[in-house]
C-alpha cells in the first residue's frame, strides 16, 4: 500500500488546457473522489495516473517512486471501468485470474488468491460462471475482484457504478464502502454522481474547468463550499441575490436572512444559497421566517416538492418529506420558510461559479 501524489499536472490537447495545474495527495489507504460535470477533467486525470495517458506536464509518484511516464503494467495499479470490460469467453475464475497469470502466478498459490479475492466481493462459489450468467451487480463484483487480486498499491475506479440501475448502484455503494474499509487500499474514485461520492470518501475534490475548485472532507464540501460553483453543484441549492445589509442579507421587500458567518464588507453584493432541503415549511409565522406563497407542488413519493414565491418574486424549491403535514399545501396558500442560520450559504456576488 503506497500514497498517490500529483504534481502540477497539465494535460493539452494542441492549445486546449483540459487539465490545470492539478497538485494533490492521497495518503496510505484513504479514499478520495474526483466529482463533477462532463468534461471537467476528472477521468482525464484518472487516466494520466493510470498511465493511459501522458501528462503535458508535472509528476505523479506512487510512493517515493515516480511513475510518469511508466506504462500501466509498470505502476501496480488495480483499475475498474465503467463498462466492468470482462473477457465473455472466460469463467469469472479466469477473469480474476487474468493480472495474476500475467505476473507469473499459477498453481495452488492463483487459486487461492482468486478464490479470496472472489470472497471478498461476496462471490465465493461464482468461479465456474460465465459473465452472460450474472447480473449487472454481479459482473462488477468481478472486475472489483479482478482488480484486487493482485493486491495493487492504488486501487483506481473510472465511473463503476453508471451502468447499474438506481437499486444496484445504492447496494454497490455499500459493498465498495465496505470492501475499500477491509482492504484500506488507496483509492481514487471518479464520478458524476454527487451521492456517491459523498458517502463513499474520506475527501472529495470537486472539479469545473480542469481545476479542482475544493478538496477537502465531505462535510465541509457540503456545509462550506469554497466558491459558487462547488455551492451551486454540490446538493439541490436555491441561488438568490442579495445585499449586506447590518448584518444581515437583504433580499428586498423587507425579506433579510442572518447567517451565522457572514465575512462580507457592508454594502456589498452578495449570492445566497439555499439548499432544498435543508428548509422547514410552516403554516404559521416564527422570527425569522420568510413570508412566500405556495406557487406549485409536486408529488414524487417520500417527498412533496413545493415552489414557493417570495414577496419580492424570487421562488424557492423546498423538499418537504410526503408523511409531513405541510406537505398538503396546495398552490395559492401562504407559507412561511424558516432557514438555520448554520444552512445559509453567502459568498461574493461575482466569485467563480
Keep these: 500500500m503506497s500514497n498517490l501524489s500529483l504534481r502540477n ?18 495518503a496510505e489507504g484513504e479514499f478520495v473522489s474526483l466529482l463533477g460535470p462532463s468534461g471537467c477533467g476528472k477521468t482525464t486525470i484518472l487516466r494520466m495516473v493510470a498511465g493511459l495517458l501522458e501528462p503535458t506536464e508535472g509528476q505523479i509518484m506512487i510512493g517515493e517512486r515516480e511513475v510518469t511516464r511508466l506504462p500501466p503494467n509498470k505502476r501496480n495499479i488495480g483499475l475498474v471501468f465503467q463498462s466492468y470490460a470482462l473477457f465473455p469467453h472466460m469463467t469469472v475464475f479466469e477473469n480474476v485470474a487474468f493480472g495474476l497469470r500475467r505476473k507469473g502466478e499459477s498453481g495452488k498459490p492463483l ?33 472489483m475482484a479482478r482488480a484486487i487480486a493482485p493486491r495493487p498499491s492504488i486501487l483506481l475506479f473510472d465511473e463503476p457504478l453508471s451502468n447499474l440501475d438506481a437499486k444496484l448502484r445504492d447496494e454497490m455503494q ?13 483509492t ?19 472539479m469545473h474547468g480542469g481545476v ?32 449586506i445589509e447590518a448584518g444581515t442579507v437583504a433580499l428586498g421587500a423587507g425579506l433579510a436572512l442572518r447567517p451565522e458567518r457572514l465575512d462580507l464588507p457592508e454594502g456589498s453584493a452578495a449570492e445566497v444559497f ?4 435543508a428548509i422547514r415549511v410552516l403554516r404559521a409565522p416564527e422570527p425569522g421566517a420568510l413570508a412566500g406563497t405556495v406557487a406549485l407542488r409536486a408529488f414524487s413519493g417520500p417527498q412533496v416538492q413545493l415552489v414557493v414565491r417570495l414577496a419580492h418574486g ?11 403535514d405541510t406537505a398538503s399545501l396546495a398552490p395559492g396558500e401562504a407559507v412561511y420558510l424558516a432557514i438555520r442560520p448554520r444552512d445559509i450559504i453567502v459568498l461574493p456576488q461575482g466569485a467563480a461559479s
Design 9 to 26: 499536472i497539465v494535460k493539452r490537447y494542441g492549445k486546449t488546457e483540459v487539465v490545470r495545474n492539478a497538485s494533490f495527495q492521497i
Design 111 to 143: 487459486e487461492e488468491r482468486v478464490n479470496a479475492a472472489l470472497e471478498m466481493v461476496r462471490l465465493g462459489g461464482y468461479g465456474a460462471r460465465f459473465p452472460r450468467q450474472l447480473s449487472g451487480g454481479q459482473q462488477q463484483r468481478v472486475s
Design 174 to 186: 455499500i459493498e465498495l464502502k465496505r470492501l475499500q474499509q477491509e482492504l484500506r487500499i488507496t
Design 188 to 206: 481514487l474514485f471518479v464520478t458524476h454522481d454527487q451521492a456517491e461520492a459523498l458517502s463513499l470518501s474520506d475527501r472529495v475534490g470537486v
Design 212 to 243: 479542482i475548485q475544493q478538496l477537502d472532507r465531505p462535510e465541509e464540501i457540503y456545509h462550506r463550499p469554497a466558491n459558487a460553483f462547488v455551492a451551486s453543484f454540490i446538493g439541490k441549492p436555491n441561488r438568490l441575490q442579495g445585499r
Design 274 to 277: 439555499l439548499r432544498q432541503e
Design 314 to 324: 424570487a421562488e424557492i424549491v423546498v423538499e418537504v418529506p410526503s408523511a409531513e
